[in-house]
Nanobody
């Protein structure tokens, strides 16, 4: 199973930016799909976006045009660049991976708080 470690969360003002990182314990080429999810207090965990082994990305409508998912294959790391942050983006952000053998892994989560 892939081990995932997120980092980069914190407190930011509305309109600000943050970049989250998700470091994988295995070569990204052994991972079919990686994704970012988030869970706000009292709400269900929701998909933010995904990137597959070919580098194709998809985003939730709520973050399109503001968030960008990328990866660094040499570092086995996925990133989430978040711009124009809104208070409603406040949540714990989780990294997710599905291996080529369809095993699902989750990171421990990192808190993002958007507040003035």
């Amino acid at each position: 199973q892939v081990q995932l470690v997120e980092s980069g969360g914190g407190l930011v003002q509305p309109g600000g930016s943050l970049r989250l990182s998700c470091a994988a314990s295995k070569n990204i080429f052994s991972i079919n799909v990686m994704g970012w999810y988030r869970q706000a207090p009292g709400k269900e965990r929701e998909l933010v976006g995904t990137i597959n082994s070919r580098g194709s990305v998809n985003y939730a409508e709520s973050v399109k045009g503001r968030f960008t998912i990328s990866r660094d294959i040499a570092k086995d790391t996925m990133y989430l660049q978040m711009n124009s942050l809104k208070p409603e983006d406040t949540a714990v952000y989780y990294c997710n991976a599905e291996s080529l053998s369809f095993e699902i892994s989750w990171g421990q989560g990192t808190q993002v708080t958007v507040s003035s």
